[in-house]
């Protein structure tokens, strides 16, 4: 066995296995703070190598625990190497680690301790997979592990497995054509004399690989047909989110620094708070009003005041628009992480707001910080019952209001960045060209996204490069975006024609989960359940004399804003100018006909409720397919418990014949394979054969008696029974 | 195929024991005498001269106490040659009846191919029956009665080749073949002083033998079994390369041979393997292959062989029938 070839032959395989079990190495720098990957990298291959040297275990075991000493020693432990010191530092270590583990507080342990039992760990697959891959040549599991760890880590991190699969499955292949390929020569006793010969099969199995390889690199792939599992199996609450912080791939979220808007969104349905009111609302948070051709900043935090809660007074619309008073019952989740008040546009006070928080209110961007009366750290809120008035903004009003900006609103609200390119502005001029109102300019903007072929997408959306506008790569290039682009487009697009706008910051409605009576029992709300995923940003406009009104440019998205036309006017306005104006006004917030509403509403919506469903229909049956694999992979083991437990209670012919080809189909199923013009005699002796024994004979000469005699075999059944139970084992074992 | 590890049924076992004191290597053709004289059929061995046949057929008949006779075929032998005739004896004044050498326990006819129709066919049918009609006398033949004859598969000059027709009569046919080396030399140390045959005596007596012959007709063949056989012998008439196919006068025989094989390995019951065994010995002979496949220089034991491997063997019992 020890002749050149051979030797050839597990060195190959060994080395893929090795470069396979680096797949498993590879994602760490990425999924978990490891710093250095390459240490244990180099730590892996020498104790791959002197695995494979297979020296006696007295020089293999300090080879490899002086490496890891040599390791240990030159990350973490600044003393001389094996001086005294150096092992009081270790044992010191070691036996704090030991302390933290009984008390089980993992978050203690030290890195040098988690090195050093990672360094450990690695020392033992050296082992083995040295024993999986040369001795006993199974590759096909660890290729599979190998497989399903790349997919779940590429799944559910941000770690790209894109290459690390392609990796896997050519060395996963090539380590399955070796290894079949080498048993296959001992099955049949062959031996490889020369290298030359190696090329008659390894060209083939190479070109085959490639091939392959090569194909399925080139294939056209379907995108992923199920929206990303990670959401609903993370329970911790995505309250910080997409910081924008320069790295490609966020997760969705409310998040406080927008000073670099782009990049792509993983889909989070982490649950922030509960709230139950009258209708679909949007929950405003703050707004901001410097747009930097990168993001938002906010220039006007200054002043807040202190207010009561009961009585808040800030306002983004005047006493012109009709409101109507309404409730609503905010409950935010307990692990949300989240410091600042959620409220409806018209927010007036809150009741059961906690005596031992104020509420800082920044009145310029509405931003309310629920904070700690003692210290003024932030402080999370519970649940607490707003009471707004519900604006309803007139048509005719709206587009009367003119242009008379105060001066304070001018100066705040029309700031553009120097460096904005002309054809934003030009664009924006095109867009509002022809129309004479505010409202109908705004409006102009606000459809302009839909109409001309925009893509709402929270993934393949690019960062806007060092010398590029956000709003301009959005308007000109990619043309595909999500909220963030939208509205901030929109601001910029209107502020360009001189008409002053913000930026809004805050939540969607969410979705309807329930119906529920109301704190004072006096009526009945929806209840919302509004997810890190509604995470939204939309447009306020200034009209004079009214105040600012919620726009909503993202493409799928509808705006919850009430509007309608006042027929007591004398100008009847035609009907088509707005959408929302179809609505009659009683309709919103009467729960029993919110349903239909929610069918009809933003296609979002619907799309995010397809979605919960399909993904658990999904999972469901990813977990019964998983089961009904297991199941069918360990088909003989329970088959067999089952059935030896039922023939041992039914004593007939039937059961006989039935557990005697059950075993034939075990044996199958072991390879040893029953041609249908085998007799069954010729059949046993070859299952003997195979098993050194006389077992099958004797059970078979008795199964002939029953099939080609018709004879009962009653009384022989203890012995039968034994028999059959011994070749069960036997085939199983 | 083992022959050693079957335990054969103990009286069949001293026969065989017999014949393998005289016959060296010939264990197959003596145990296929065997089960074609227990099954009540005849043997048809096609063999070149020289090879043991009738040392075969002498072993078997002195083992088994049973009178042994002879027929040479020649081309002028006459039909009553075979089977007797009568002749005015002038003293009694009557004509006695000569018996022929048909009416032995034994019959080796030999050459059979090489004698005329009209004489071959006064042994064929007396294979059939179990009586002779002779100058209007009736002639029970003997019990038992088993023929083994003869052909000579080189020389076709001024032969007669039996009919598909007579050649259904025999139950087997078989080759002897060449012994090896090491069996020749065996052979002729053997010889080389006396003959064997001299020393062995009887085994089996007549009524031992009609008595087994009896217990053969007895062995159980399942449904399931029948099945197979009829599987089997369905597949020869739609094979491609046979003209003619099997006759279900094949499947008896098929089914006979069978329970003699199953008798002689002590079981009272026919297993798959004892068709399987049997077949090629049973079935070849009662088949005419299509000049394609002659062509092709396949033959009857080649096909069957193919056959025997693309039928499959009912392993369950059919309840539903």
Same mark, same amino acid.
């Given at each position: 066995?020890?002749?050149?070839d051979s030797l050839?032959y597990?060195l190959?395989?060994y080395?893929?296995?090795?470069?396979?079990?680096?797949?498993?190495?590879?994602?760490?720098?990425v999924?978990?703070?490891?710093?250095?990957v390459?240490?244990?990298?180099?730590?892996?291959? &020498?104790?791959?190598?002197v695995?494979f040297?297979?020296?006696?275990w007295?020089?293999s075991?300090?080879?490899?625990?002086? +490496?890891l000493?040599?390791?240990?020693d030159?990350?973490?432990?600044?003393?001389?190497? *094996?001086?005294?010191?150096?092992?009081?530092?270790?044992?010191?270590?070691i036996?704090?680690n030991?302390?933290?583990?009984?008390?089980?507080?993992?978050?203690?342990?030290?890195?040098?301790f988690r090195?050093l039992?990672?360094?450990?760990?690695?020392w033992?697959?050296s082992?083995?997979?040295?024993?999986?891959?040369?001795?006993?040549?199974?590759?096909?599991? *660890?290729?599979?592990l190998?497989?399903i760890?790349?997919? /779940?880590?590429?799944t559910?991190t941000?770690?790209?497995?894109?290459?690390?699969?392609?990796?896997?499955?050519?060395?996963?292949?090539?380590?399955?054509?070796?290894?079949?390929f080498?048993?296959?020569?001992?099955?049949?006793?062959?031996?490889?004399?020369?290298?030359?010969?190696?090329?008659?099969?390894?060209?083939?199995?190479?070109?085959?690989?490639?091939?392959?390889?090569?194909a399925?690199?080139? +294939?056209?792939?379907?995108?992923?047909?199920w929206p990303?599992?990670?959401?609903y199996?993370?329970?911790?609450?995505?309250?910080?989110?997409?910081?924008?912080?320069?790295?490609?791939?966020?997760?969705?979220?409310?998040?406080?620094?927008? +000073?670099?808007?782009?990049g792509?969104?993983?889909?989070?349905?982490?649950?922030?708070?509960?709230?139950?009111?009258?209708?679909?609302?949007?929950?405003?948070?703050?707004?901001?009003?410097?747009?930097?051709?990168?993001?938002?900043?906010?220039?006007l935090?200054?002043?807040?005041?202190?207010?009561?809660?009961?009585?808040?007074?800030?306002e983004? &619309?005047?006493?012109?628009?009709?409101?109507?008073?309404?409730?609503?019952?905010?409950?935010?989740?307990r692990?949300?992480?989240?410091?600042?008040?959620v409220?409806?546009?018209?927010?007036?006070?809150?009741?059961?707001?906690?005596?031992n928080?104020?509420?800082?209110v920044?009145?310029?961007?509405?931003?309310?910080?629920?904070?700690?009366?003692?210290?003024?750290d932030?402080?999370?809120?519970?649940s607490s019952?707003?009471?707004?008035?519900?604006p309803? @903004?007139?048509?005719?009003q709206?587009?009367?209001?003119?242009?008379?900006?105060?001066?304070?609103i001018?100066?705040?609200?029309?700031?553009?960045?120097?460096?904005?390119?002309g054809?934003?502005?030009?664009?924006?001029?095109?867009?509002?060209?022809?129309?004479?109102?505010?409202?109908?300019k705004?409006?102009a903007?606000?459809?302009? *996204?839909?109409?001309?072929?925009?893509?709402?997408?929270?993934?393949?959306?690019?960062?806007?490069?060092?010398?590029?506008?956000y709003?301009?790569?959005?308007?000109?290039?990619?043309?595909?975006g999500?909220?963030?682009? &939208?509205?901030?487009?929109?601001?910029?697009?209107?502020?360009?024609? %001189?008409?002053?706008?913000?930026? /809004?910051?805050?939540?969607?409605?969410?979705? $309807?989960?329930?119906?529920?009576?109301?704190f004072s029992?006096d009526?009945?709300?929806?209840?919302?359940?509004?997810?890190?995923g509604?995470?939204?940003?939309?447009?306020?406009?200034?009209?004079?004399?009214?105040?600012?009104?919620? @726009?909503?440019?993202?493409?799928?998205?509808?705006?919850?804003?009430?509007?309608?036309?006042?027929v007591?006017?004398?100008?009847?306005?035609?009907?088509?100018?707005?959408?929302?104006?179809?609505?009659p006004?009683?309709?919103?917030g009467?729960?029993?006909q919110?349903?239909?509403?929610?069918?009809?509403? %933003?296609?979002?919506? /619907?799309?995010?409720?397809n979605?919960?469903n399909?993904?658990?229909v999904?999972?469901?049956?990813?977990?019964?397919?998983?089961?009904?694999?297991?199941?069918?992979?360990?088909?003989?083991?329970?088959?067999?418990?089952?059935l030896?437990?039922?023939y041992?209670?039914?004593?007939?012919?039937?059961?006989y014949?039935?557990?005697?080809?059950?075993?034939?189909?075990?044996?199958?199923?072991?390879?040893?394979?029953?041609?249908?013009?085998?007799?069954?005699?010729?059949?046993?002796i070859?299952?003997?054969?195979?098993?050194?024994s006389?077992?099958?004979?004797r059970?078979?000469?008795?199964?002939?008696?029953?099939?080609? !005699?018709?004879?009962?075999?009653?009384?022989?059944?203890?012995?039968?029974?034994?028999?059959?139970?011994?070749?069960?084992?036997?085939?199983?074992? | 195929?083992?022959?050693?590890? &079957?335990?054969?049924?103990p009286?069949?076992?001293?026969?065989?024991?017999?014949?393998r004191?005289v016959m060296?290597?010939?264990?197959?053709?003596?145990?296929l005498?065997?089960?074609?004289?227990?099954?009540?059929?005849?043997?048809?061995?096609?063999?070149v001269?020289?090879?043991?046949k009738?040392?075969?057929v002498?072993?078997l008949?002195?083992?088994?106490?049973?009178? @042994?006779? $002879?027929?040479? *075929?020649?081309?002028?032998?006459?039909?009553?040659?075979?089977?007797?005739?009568?002749?005015y004896?002038?003293k009694?004044?009557?004509?006695?009846?000569?018996?022929?050498?048909?009416?032995?326990?034994?019959?080796?006819?030999d050459?059979?191919?090489?004698?005329?129709p009209?004489?071959?066919?006064?042994?064929?049918?007396?294979?059939?029956?179990?009586?002779i009609?002779?100058?209007?006398?009736?002639?029970?033949?003997?019990?038992? =009665?088993?023929?083994?004859?003869?052909q000579?598969?080189i020389?076709?000059?001024?032969?007669?080749?039996?009919?598909?027709?007579?050649?259904? $009569?025999?139950?087997?046919?078989?080759?002897?073949?060449?012994p090896?080396?090491?069996?020749?030399?065996?052979?002729?140390t053997?010889?080389?002083?006396?003959?064997?045959?001299?020393?062995i005596?009887?085994?089996?007596?007549?009524?031992?033998?009609v008595?087994?012959?009896?217990?053969?007709?007895?062995?159980y063949?399942?449904?399931? /079994?029948?099945?197979?056989?009829?599987?089997?012998?369905?597949?020869?008439?739609?094979?491609?390369?046979?003209?003619?196919?099997?006759?279900?006068?094949?499947s008896?025989?098929l089914?006979?041979?069978a329970?003699?094989?199953?008798?002689?390995h002590?079981?009272?019951?026919?297993?798959?393997?004892?068709?399987?065994?049997m077949?090629p010995y049973?079935?070849?002979? !009662?088949?005419?292959l299509t000049?394609e496949a002659? =062509?092709e220089?396949?033959d009857?034991? +080649?096909i069957?062989?193919?056959l025997?491997?693309?039928?499959?063997?009912?392993?369950?019992?059919?309840?539903?029938e």
């Open positions: 066995m020890l002749d050149r050839f597990r190959m395989l080395i893929i296995g090795f470069l396979l079990f680096c797949e498993w190495l590879r994602p760490l720098e999924i978990s703070n490891t710093d250095d390459r240490i244990f990298f180099i730590y892996a291959t &020498f104790c791959f190598f695995s040297l297979q020296v006696p007295y020089l075991v300090p080879l490899k625990g002086l +490496s000493a040599f390791i240990i030159g990350l973490y432990i600044g003393e001389r190497i *094996f001086s005294g010191d150096w092992f009081s530092v270790l044992y010191g270590q036996l704090f030991i302390q933290m583990i009984q008390s089980q507080e993992w978050w203690q342990m030290t890195p040098l090195s039992l990672f360094l450990i760990l690695l033992l697959m082992y083995l997979l040295y024993y999986w891959f040369v001795v006993a040549r199974r590759m096909f599991f *660890f290729v599979l190998t497989l760890f790349v997919t /779940v880590v590429d559910f941000v770690y790209d497995g894109k290459w690390a699969i392609v990796r896997t499955f050519i060395l996963g292949m090539m380590a399955l054509g070796l290894s079949s080498a048993k296959e020569m001992e099955k049949e006793s062959i031996s490889i004399d020369g290298f030359h010969k190696a090329k008659v099969w390894a060209v083939p199995l190479l070109a085959i690989i490639l091939l392959s390889s090569a399925a690199y080139a +294939s056209p792939k379907l995108s992923p047909q990303d599992p990670v959401p199996l993370e329970s911790a609450a995505g309250g910080s989110g997409p910081g924008g912080s320069g790295r490609t791939v966020q997760k969705v979220g409310y998040g406080e620094d927008d +000073s670099r808007l782009g792509s969104f993983i889909q989070d349905d982490t649950p922030v708070f509960e709230a139950m009111a009258d209708g679909d609302r949007y929950w405003r948070i703050e707004s901001k009003d410097t747009y930097t051709g990168k993001g938002w900043e906010d220039t935090e200054e002043p807040v005041t202190n207010m009561n809660p009961a009585d808040i007074t800030f983004t &619309f005047s006493d012109e628009v009709e409101v109507e008073e309404q409730t609503a019952m905010i409950m935010m989740k692990n949300a992480s989240f410091r600042k008040l409220y409806p546009y018209g927010i007036t006070s809150i009741k059961g707001y906690p005596q928080y104020d509420l800082l920044h009145e310029n961007t509405g931003e309310m910080d629920t904070v700690s009366a003692g210290n003024g932030p402080a999370r809120l519970g019952i707003i009471s707004y008035e519900f309803s @903004f007139e048509y005719n709206l587009r009367e209001a003119g242009a008379d900006d105060p001066q304070e001018q100066e705040k609200y029309l700031q553009l960045p120097q460096q904005l390119p054809r934003v502005q030009n664009l924006a001029g095109e867009i509002m060209e022809g129309e004479d109102n505010r409202y109908d705004a409006k903007v606000e459809s302009y *996204f839909s109409a001309n072929g925009f893509e709402y997408s929270t993934t393949e959306v690019p960062v806007p490069g060092e010398n590029q506008d709003v301009d790569q959005f308007l000109f290039e990619s043309q595909i999500y909220c963030d682009n &939208f509205s901030t487009s929109m601001v910029v697009l209107l502020r360009s024609e %001189g008409i002053p706008a913000r930026w /809004v910051k805050g939540f969607t409605g969410g979705e $309807r989960v329930d119906t529920r009576e109301t029992g009526n009945v709300q929806n209840v919302y359940e509004v997810t890190s509604n995470a939204h940003s939309w447009v306020e406009v200034y009209f004079p004399d009214i105040g600012w009104v919620p @726009f909503e440019p993202t493409q799928g998205f509808t705006n919850n804003a009430d509007f309608y036309t006042d007591d006017t004398p100008e009847n306005e035609d009907e088509t100018t707005g959408t929302e104006n179809q609505q006004e009683d309709n919103m009467n729960p029993q919110m349903e239909e509403e929610e069918q009809t509403s %933003g296609s979002t919506d /619907v799309r995010d409720t979605n919960v399909w993904t658990w999904w999972i469901t049956l990813a977990v019964l397919s998983a089961i009904a694999l297991g199941l069918y992979f360990t088909r003989f083991r329970w088959m067999s418990t089952l030896i437990y039922r041992r209670k039914n004593k007939d012919e039937k059961t014949e039935k557990a005697y080809h059950f075993l034939l189909k075990l044996l199958d199923h072991r390879g040893i394979k029953r041609q249908p013009e085998q007799t069954l005699r010729d059949y046993a070859k299952v003997d054969k195979h098993y050194q006389t077992e099958m004979r059970l078979t000469h008795n199964y002939e008696r029953v099939i080609y !005699r018709n004879e009962s075999q009653q009384s022989q059944w203890p012995e039968v029974t034994e028999l059959w139970e011994n070749l069960i084992k036997k085939t199983l074992s | 195929m083992t022959q050693q590890t &079957f335990i054969y049924q009286k069949v076992s001293d026969v065989l024991k017999n014949i004191k060296v290597g010939k264990e197959e053709a003596a145990l005498s065997v089960v074609a004289l227990l099954a009540k059929g005849h043997v048809l061995l096609e063999d001269p020289g090879v043991g009738t040392m075969l002498k072993t008949a002195k083992s088994l106490d049973c009178n @042994f006779k $002879r027929i040479q *075929f020649t081309p002028d032998l006459l039909p009553s040659d075979v089977t007797g005739v009568s002749i004896n002038p009694s004044m009557e004509f006695e009846f000569r018996p022929g050498p048909i009416l032995g326990n034994i019959v080796l006819a050459e059979i191919n090489r004698t005329s009209k004489t071959q066919s006064a042994l064929l049918e007396g294979m059939e029956e179990t009586s009609t002779v100058d209007g006398q009736t002639v029970p033949l003997g019990e038992p =009665f088993f023929v083994m004859a003869t000579n598969p020389e076709y000059e001024g032969t007669y080749p039996l009919p598909e027709a007579q050649l259904d $009569r025999f139950l087997l046919k078989m080759e002897m073949g060449y090896t080396a090491k069996q020749e030399m065996e052979m002729l053997r010889t080389s002083n006396s003959h064997p045959i001299d020393e005596s009887a085994v089996l007596s007549r009524e031992e033998l008595e087994l012959q009896q217990e053969v007709s007895n062995v063949v399942d449904r399931t /079994v029948n099945r197979y056989i009829i599987d089997l012998v369905t597949s020869t008439r739609e094979h491609e390369g046979v003209y003619l196919g099997v006759s279900p006068r094949g008896m025989a089914m006979k041979a329970k003699a094989y199953a008798f002689i002590d079981r009272d019951y026919v297993v798959p393997d004892d068709v399987q065994h077949a049973v079935l070849s002979h !009662r088949m005419i000049s002659r =062509f220089g396949k009857a034991k +080649s069957i062989e193919d025997l491997s693309s039928t499959s063997i009912p392993v369950k019992r059919n309840n539903s």
